[in-house]
């Protein structure tokens, strides 16, 4: 008769000492202590021919870190080797200690980043993410992937955890990836050594405890007006670029990077193409009167339909966020921060009585709840064109209204 598998549910009522079955070599053994572990009973030949040793078991790991789908792999791995004339104690013993393949964490690294180059956000996106890993991992890079273990990755992540938790939680993610990337391709057999959850978790603090989130600051929305009046009459490129980002509750980047064919100005619409949004989904901006007055100001300096409607110093180079934090010191905001803009936005919003759903789409939020995001298919354009509209009054209120023409 053959062996009975095993399910999630009846491993979690076996407590009952002694090796339980799954089938195809594969059983879990538990200890009068209550430990659990899995194990793989094979036989081999003497190698004169000879008959049968007795039964070898083979150790694969605790079920707390190996779970019941990772242990049939590993079994699966022990049956192809005994195929192949191997003997698994040895081979998982060599895969351990990293010579079965020769790959290095630095090589699988490599590799993953070649075979996910078509999703990668831009390029620049890619050399963050090798960059990162270059510069707090480097410890890793010549290790044999095969035989990283926690401790390995404790010791690259621990410099950072108390100082950029953000970063580090960041490196921890990428470091995941890779190992899962390797064991994937059965470059590594054991468990992955980075995962948080059941891992990492009860090792290191959660990162929101080592460093409570930072607003960024904002500006006071009643005083915008008088932000937005000295900001007009600045004759600069970056001022003019910064008050189209306060119009509009656009993202540095966004704004930074505007071109004008993603410009409508006869139909009053900016539509952001979805590689420069951060959601990865472009996003329809409404342009109220001012902002439009803004875009009609900066057309002397078009170059090309293609080309950078708040053009940099260096020709095709969009303006830096130091030279929009620098317009935001000049004009008086001293206090606040270019991205703490849209924050001066939303709080406008909600002082105003403004609906939630209408300031979340205008910042382009993701709707974090799934089911109601499921049924909010619009994109509220003509209810934001309105808000919009209204926004502009308030940032444009006062004498100082009109936007004044560039020196060029």
């Known amino acids: 008769m053959p062996d009975r598998r095993l ?24 200890a009068p202590t209550g430990a659990r572990t899995w194990l793989f009973r094979f036989t081999r030949n003497h190698p004169d021919g000879g008959p049968k040793r007795k039964s070898t078991w083979c150790g694969l790991g605790s079920l707390e870190v190996v779970p019941l789908a990772e242990a049939r792999k590993k ?23 990293g010579d079965a393949d020769g790959k290095t964490f630095g090589e699988t690294l490599d590799a993953y980043l070649e075979s996910h180059a078509a999703g990668w956000r831009s390029r620049k996106h890619a050399m963050q993410w090798r960059a990162s890993l270059d510069q707090h991992a480097a410890g890793l890079m010549k290790k044999p992937v095969a035989s990283i273990d926690v401790a390995d990755v404790l010791a690259v992540l621990k410099p950072a955890w108390q100082t950029v938790p953000e970063t580090a939680s960041r490196v921890r993610q990428r470091i995941e990836a890779v190992i899962g990337y390797a064991i994937a391709h059965h470059w590594r057999t054991q468990a992955n050594p980075a995962v948080w959850r059941g891992g990492l978790a009860y ?8 460093a409570p989130v930072q607003h960024q600051p904002a500006l006071p929305w009643r005083d915008l007006p008088d932000l937005m009046r000295r900001l007009v009459d600045s004759t600069g490129t970056a001022a003019r670029c910064l008050a189209f980002l306060i ?3 656009a993202r540095s980047g966004e704004a930074r990077g505007a071109r004008w064919d993603e410009i409508d100005l006869d139909g009053a619409l900016w539509v952001v193409p979805g590689e420069r949004m951060k959601a990865s989904r472009p996003h329809r901006v409404p342009l109220s009167d001012a902002a439009l007055a803004i875009l009609r100001e900066m057309l002397p300096l078009r170059r090309a339909d293609d080309g950078l409607v708040f053009p940099g110093g260096r020709p095709g180079r969009p303006l830096s966020d ?9 004009a008086g905001a001293k206090d606040a921060t270019v991205h703490g ?12 009585g403004k609906p939630r759903e209408i300031a979340e789409a205008a910042l382009a939020h993701a709707n974090r709840d799934r089911v109601e995001a499921a049924y909010a298919r619009s994109d509220l354009i003509d209810r934001r064109r309105v808000l919009m509209e209204q926004w502009g009054d308030h940032a444009m209120a006062g004498p100082a209204a009109k936007v004044r023409k560039l020196r060029v």
């Open 203 to 210: 090792l290191l603090p959660p990162v929101r405890k080592v």
């Open 322 to 330: 130091v030279a929009l934090a620098k317009a935001l010191r000049t």
């Open 341 to 352: 803009l849209r924050s001066t936005f939303r709080d406008w919003c909600a002082e105003s």
């Open 7 to 30: 399910s999630a549910l009846a491993i979690a009522k076996i407590t009952a000492p002694g090796k339980h079955p799954d089938g195809g070599g594969l059983y879990l053994q538990v």
């Open 247 to 249: 119009l509009t509750a």
């Open 75 to 97: 079994a699966l791995d022990c049956r192809r080797w005994l195929a192949q004339g191997k003997h698994p104690v040895e081979e998982l013993r060599r895969r351990r200690a």
